[in-house]
T-cell receptor, first 112, second 112 residues
């Protein structure tokens, strides 16, 4: 079965710091990759997705992620975080089957 | 355009009671799914459906039933609630199994 690992469970940053959240998955075939964000008290929203093509994908709110196939990774980055980025971030992987598998999530707190 | 609508938003049950969590979408999406969200475990797939009349089990299906009689509705049934089913439940839909999912606002369920 597919597994998705997010190694950082909690991250605390100051405003303007750079962010990188790790995501690794186990499936060796073709995958679709997603990052979702959940702001406090809200539902999940799509940040960005990778299906094929340029492995560096840009999403909303200045986020980007890089797909490195050889490392089975899809890390999320943002050059300069803001207080409003405080949220929980989920990596998700869709393999050739019907199921989308989520990582355990990373809680990001940005201090003003 | 309401998107994905979940009802109720909150519910408290006693052990052994049954209930149905409702999910409806107005986007004519074929793919619908139910997840439960527990701290540190991300979202885990309970059941999913690739179209009306078709349902299948996800990662954690035990204790839950689903049906998909129409494209719009995908109710989740707890036949005999257990404290281990205390969680936040999210319904999601997408045009097909590969596209990003749209999430509802969630149902917070407590079982005493």
């Amino acid at each position: 079965a597919q597994s998705v690992s997010q190694h950082n469970h909690h991250v605390i940053l100051s405003e303007a710091a750079s962010l990188e959240l790790g995501c690794n998955y186990s499936y060796g075939g073709t995958v679709n990759l997603f990052w979702y964000v959940q702001y406090p008290g809200q539902h999940l929203q799509l940040l960005l997705k990778y299906f094929s093509g340029d492995p560096l994908v840009k999403g909303i709110k200045g986020f980007e992620a890089e797909f490195i196939k050889s490392k089975f990774s899809f890390n999320l980055r943002k050059p300069s975080v803001q207080w409003s980025d405080t949220a929980e971030y989920f990596c998700a992987v869709k393999d050739a089957g019907n199921m989308l598998t989520f990582g355990g999530g990373t809680r990001l707190m940005v201090k003003p | 355009n309401a998107g994905v609508t979940q009802t109720p938003k909150f519910q408290v049950l006693k052990t052994g009671q049954s209930m149905t969590l409702q999910c409806a979408q107005d986007m004519n999406h074929e793919y619908m799914s139910w997840y439960r969200q527990d701290p540190g475990m991300g979202l885990r797939l309970i059941h999913y459906s690739v179209g009306a009349g078709i349902t299948d089990q996800g990662e954690v299906p035990n204790g839950y039933n689903v049906s998909r009689s129409t494209t719009e509705d995908f109710p989740l049934r707890l036949l005999s609630a257990a404290p281990s089913q205390t969680s936040v439940y999210f319904c999601a839909s997408s045009p097909n199994r590969n596209q990003p999912q749209h999430f509802g606002d969630g149902t917070r369920l407590s079982i005493l």
